[in-house]
């Protein structure tokens, strides 16, 4: 449904997006993740045809965006990260111009009006203006204008920021039932958010894709975290023993010299945990505790987009690909 | 470009007109105005004709015109619906004619009322209807170019105060050049004065319409609006 190929964009000399490469199926909930700045907006912007790309190609079905604008946005339903609407419109007057702007004729106008009300949860509003509206009902109203023409493609930038709890779970219930049928891209700050909502998650970083995959896979893909707590050992003698393992990737202490229990996080890039209890066997070590961290997203996410000392400013994110 | 999309933004402009108060402070400012400029010599001249009216109203106009067209752009760049406006399936010659007409028929209401003038006139003497029909054809086109002016104007900047002086002074530029014109290098003058709206407003104004000052109007607002699409394209 939707093809994004090498798109790149620069604001001057800065990058924003770095050949970006992705392809979003009919159906699709594909949930965009990123640190702030990392180029979510921007995609979204090419992709509705706000901004022009400074080079690469995307594609809507078979119209190219830039060839063919008018058809591309007929089929695409957008929220921009604000909702930033006529702060002098009436709720109503502002729905009925985009629904006639969209070629809606008056008497399914009416009834789709009607429709997004209920959905949308708009009734006590219709008929106030914009400006006095709250944040949440901006961003229904948002929502709404970008619903109207029951369009085939939804891209909805951040549509739960600002929203109470009990919002949230209301538009995640909306973009689940739309998702059904139709191909829907977000953009979210909030990772559970994703978890819970997307079928597909792409995670950008500085313009480029860092991972692409179910929120299942992008979990698996991260490294292993064990807790080992051990009584009767010293740290220089554990760490010179666990770092010969194969697959361990790093060692922590967590704990002082002086306590009695020693607490240690070990990173791994498999599952190792006989292989640790046997060399704590051997040395005589006194596991008094063994836990394994989940890999969250939270903690994967931060793995990929965190620039860390040995990966300095200017060198390539790693890219991870994941199997879907 | 589709007819329909730009009558429903034009609706939407007009329809923001008259709900805010600007369209009736404007009207109000812009009557206020030509009824001083025509009655406050009319009775001392005691000529039975609109010439002072008509001098004085390219002027007014200058600064009324940019008053109504500095929000058409401005306001979209600075609340951030432009994007949303960019996203709905228009293009943005639909945007630009629709605001464009929106501003034209603003004004071109508020010169109604003025149209009892010459009627008031004609009751008290002998007036001559031709140069009044001119001058208010002329009027038509130099509010078209003026609208075309401001509305470049306002792509600008998303200050609507910024956008209401440039506009003003671009406006003042073209009504009142040939005031000035003994400032200009004389090699100059001729390219100034043809430049200046004033000269072919005051030829159609005779009741002589010329398709040469008619061509005037009609390009030069063509040109203006043509800059402005290109900035708007590429004011994202």
Redesign the interface.
């Known amino acids: 449904m939707i093809s994004i190929h090498n798109l790149s964009k620069y604001y001057g000399p800065f990058r924003a997006l770095d050949r970006l490469s992705f392809e979003v199926g009919k159906g699709e909930i594909l949930g965009l993740l990123g640190p702030n700045g990392a180029g979510k907006t921007t995609t979204m912007?090419i992709i509705?045809?706000?901004?022009?790309p400074t080079s690469g190609t995307v594609h809507i079905g078979d119209l190219d965006i830039l060839e063919n604008?008018?058809g591309v946005?007929?089929l695409?339903g957008?929220l921009?990260e604000?909702a930033?609407?006529?702060?002098?419109?009436l709720v109503y007057?502002y729905l009925s111009?985009?629904a006639?702007?969209?070629?809606l004729s008056s008497v399914r106008k009416e009834k789709r009006i009607a429709e997004l009300v209920d959905i949308c949860g708009l009734s006590e509003v219709m008929h106030r203006p914009f400006r006095e509206l709250s944040r949440g009902y901006k961003q229904r109203v948002g929502l709404a204008?970008a619903l109207m023409c029951d369009p085939e493609i939804l891209v909805l930038d951040e549509p739960t920021s600002g929203l109470d709890p009990n919002q949230i779970v209301d538009i995640r219930a909306i973009i689940k039932e739309i998702g059904r049928e139709k191909t829907i891209i977000f953009s979210t700050h909030i990772l559970s958010e994703a978890e819970a909502t997307c079928d597909r998650i792409i995670i950008i970083d500085r313009g480029r894709i860092v991972a692409d995959g179910t929120a299942e896979s992008i979990k698996s893909s991260g490294h292993i975290q064990f807790h080992l707590s051990l009584v009767g050992a010293h740290y220089p003698d554990v760490r010179t023993h666990l770092s010969a393992l194969p697959g361990v990737e790093g060692i922590r202490r967590l704990t002082g010299d002086s306590a009695e229990e020693l607490r240690v996080q070990i990173t791994c890039r498999r599952d190792i945990r006989t292989e640790i209890s046997r060399v704590a066997k051997e040395r005589d070590w006194m596991v008094v505790e063994f836990a394994k961290e989940k890999g969250s997203l939270e903690s994967i996410f931060r793995e990929l987009t965190m620039p860390d000392e040995s990966n300095t400013a200017g060198k390539k994110p790693r890219r991870k690909r994941i199997k879907r | 470009m589709t007819a329909k999309a730009s009558i429903r933004i034009m609706r939407r402009e007009l329809a923001f007109y008259f709900v805010s108060p600007i369209a009736y402070i404007v009207i109000v400012v812009f009557l206020i105005a030509t009824g001083w400029s025509f009655f406050s010599v009319f009775f001392l001249n005691g000529r039975a004709d609109l010439r002072d009216f008509f001098s004085l109203l390219p002027l007014i106009l200058a600064f009324v015109v940019p008053a109504v067209t500095m929000r058409l752009f401005s306001e979209e760049f600075s609340s951030g619906s432009y994007e949303i406006l960019l996203t709905l399936p228009v293009s943005t010659i639909d945007i630009l004619a629709g605001k464009f007409l929106a501003a034209l028929s603003l004004v071109l209401l508020m010169l109604i009322p003025t149209l009892s003038y010459p009627f008031f006139v004609a009751s008290l003497g002998e007036l001559d209807w031709g140069p009044v029909a001119g001058s208010y054809l002329g009027t038509i086109f130099l509010i078209g170019l003026l609208c075309a002016v401001g509305l470049f104007a306002s792509s600008l900047t998303k200050n609507q105060i910024v956008a209401f002086i440039i506009g003003a002074a671009m406006c003042l530029f073209l009504t009142q050049v040939h005031r000035i014109l003994f400032l200009i290098p004389v090699f100059l003058t001729g390219i100034f004065q043809f430049l200046g709206a004033s000269t072919h407003f005051n030829n159609i104004g005779k009741g002589v319409v010329d398709s040469r000052d008619l061509l005037y109007f009609v390009s030069s607002s063509f040109v203006a609006l043509y800059i402005t699409n290109i900035v708007i394209e590429n004011k994202r």
């Open positions: 912007r509705t045809c706000y901004l022009p604008p008018l946005k007929k695409i957008y921009p604000f930033p609407l006529y702060t002098d419109m007057d111009y985009v006639s702007i969209r070629e204008h």
